[in-house]
């Protein structure tokens, strides 16, 4: 049985933040330093890490870091201990006051098999030793949307309150391309607050929310994502559409350069003796194809989930002109050639203002000599 959550979280608790982030050494060395299990699916490969249960480890098959089509495929999150540490990770906070035990960054947990694909979820268990059987479920589909489903079934004497959460942390700052008309950083859409979108020297000059930790929080927020953004690719976390949460970005000063993180703390949960309580959530880490987001948008019910890309101050225009773009594209097959197609079109569709214009000018052109000739009469 599942019992109701208790609205709101109590003054305190909060999301565990980052890990410990000590280098190991290289990327590979740090993906061999924990138990792993596979992830495999048509657009991405990877692993996700038992020991605290992250997904850190994910691949694009379809991008490239170059053009060269024997280049190194992109990868967009890399384990802890490594250089550039981005991975994500669930789980839940107690209330403050309470000392019981919980899954941890250090948590080694069990998985039922070793590949995680479409056709073939994974689900991890751990026991705290004290009564409590935490597990998670995680499914993915042919794209790069993951589904978690956390469940504790309490085996113990007494009631506890529980509250789960998600995030995406990111060490170091990343080089970005600086365009003013493109948001690279900290972006989500928060219920009722709408899109909010802070780069990382934005997010460095925040109040301290901690100490040691800039940010910015909103509370009561349903429905929504929070995560990070890069120009091609983003990594987002996506609380249940139905309950409120806090959604917070952080920033912190560690020994090894800054972490930023986008997380969500959702409602608290009571589970009494004998009884199990759940949490669903999902996390995106892929490309941002305009019709994989728009489609998970539509299917899923994420609130606004089409502005994890950057449309613009000019939405209204930019996104219907992709489509068009992209509609003549895969009809013709060269993207040189359909951005001239374009032009053709956008002239075509203004001509008669152009015609107005030109008219216009003709007229002028008509006068200018009676104009010259009044203007030396009257110097």
Do not use: C
Not at 112 to 132: C, H, I, R, Y
Not at 220 to 238: C, E, H, L, R, S
Not at 283 to 291: P, S, T
Not at 336 to 350: N, S
């Amino acid at each position: 049985t599942t019992v109701p959550g208790t609205p709101g979280q109590p003054a305190g608790s909060a999301v565990p933040g980052t890990a410990a982030l000590q280098q190991i050494g290289t990327r590979e060395q740090a993906l061999a330093a924990s138990a792993r299990v596979k992830i495999d699916t048509p657009k991405i490969a990877g692993s996700l890490s038992l020991t605290g249960a992250r997904i850190d480890d994910v691949s694009l098959k379809a991008y490239r870091e170059t053009v060269d089509p024997k280049s190194a495929n992109i990868v967009l999150l890399s384990p802890i201990g490594g250089p550039n540490a981005y991975y994500s990770d669930f789980g839940w906070v107690a209330a403050p006051g309470t000392t019981v035990a919980l899954p941890n960054a250090t948590t080694v947990w069990t998985a039922d098999n070793q590949t995680l694909t479409p056709a073939k979820p994974v689900t991890l268990s751990w026991d705290n030793g004290q009564g409590l059987i935490f597990k998670r479920a995680i499914s993915v589909d042919d794209n790069a949307m993951f589904t978690i489903r956390d469940e504790v079934e309490n085996k113990g004497g007494a009631a506890v309150t529980l509250f789960p959460y998600g995030q995406i942390v990111r060490q170091g700052k990343p080089t970005t391309l600086g365009y003013y008309v493109l948001h690279e950083g900290l972006v989500g859409n928060l219920g009722e607050q709408g899109l909010q979108e802070y780069t990382y020297d934005k997010l460095d000059k925040e109040p301290l929310l901690s100490p040691g930790t800039t940010g910015k929080s909103w509370k009561d927020a349903v429905g929504g994502f929070v995560g990070i953004t890069d120009k091609y690719w983003a990594a987002a976390v996506i609380p249940d559409q139905q309950r409120k949460y806090e959604g917070r970005y952080s920033a912190v000063q560690t020994a090894t350069g800054h972490t930023y993180q986008a997380d969500f703390l959702g409602e608290g949960v009571a589970v009494a003796p004998g009884a199990t309580a759940s949490s669903n959530a999902r996390l995106f880490a892929g490309a941002k194809e305009v019709a994989a987001i728009d489609g998970y948008e539509k299917n899923l019910g994420i609130k606004r989930f089409e502005l994890l890309i950057d449309w613009g101050w000019f939405y209204f225009i930019t996104k219907p002109l992709f489509f068009v773009l992209d509609w003549i594209y895969k009809h013709v097959g060269n993207f040189g050639v359909a951005i001239l197609l374009v032009t053709v079109l956008l002239k075509f569709l203004f001509f008669p203002l152009a015609n107005k214009s030109y008219a216009s000018m003709a007229k002028m052109k008509e006068l200018q000599p009676e104009m010259t000739a009044i203007r030396e009469r009257h110097a």
